[in-house]
């Protein structure tokens, strides 16, 4: 799983948001604002990061067992997969 090309995380003062770019910005013109755990997950999946590394990461982040972990980082692939954001 992995963010789609044409998707960028920015920082804007202490928020996260997620902007289209390049020939993205055709098929998507808005912005979405990540929490904290968003912007963490975001970036693991930018990176390529495996499913389970990234629940081994929250778990250590974050100081929470594995199984709230893995419902966070559901719930929230849900949603990107739900936007597009995703492959």
Do not use: H, P, Q
């Not at 804007?12 to 013109?29: C, E, H, K, L, P």
């Amino acid at each position: 799983m992995k963010i789609k090309e044409g998707y960028k995380l920015c920082k804007v003062r202490d928020n996260s948001i997620v902007i289209a770019v390049g020939d993205t910005v055709m098929d998507f013109n808005g912005l979405v604002t990540l929490n904290e755990t968003g912007e963490f997950i975001w970036k693991k999946l930018e990176s390529g990061v495996s499913e389970d590394e990234i629940i081994t990461a929250m778990t250590a982040e974050y100081g929470i067992d594995a199984a709230t972990a893995k419902a966070d980082f559901d719930e929230f692939t849900e949603k990107l997969k739900g936007a597009n954001f995703i492959e």
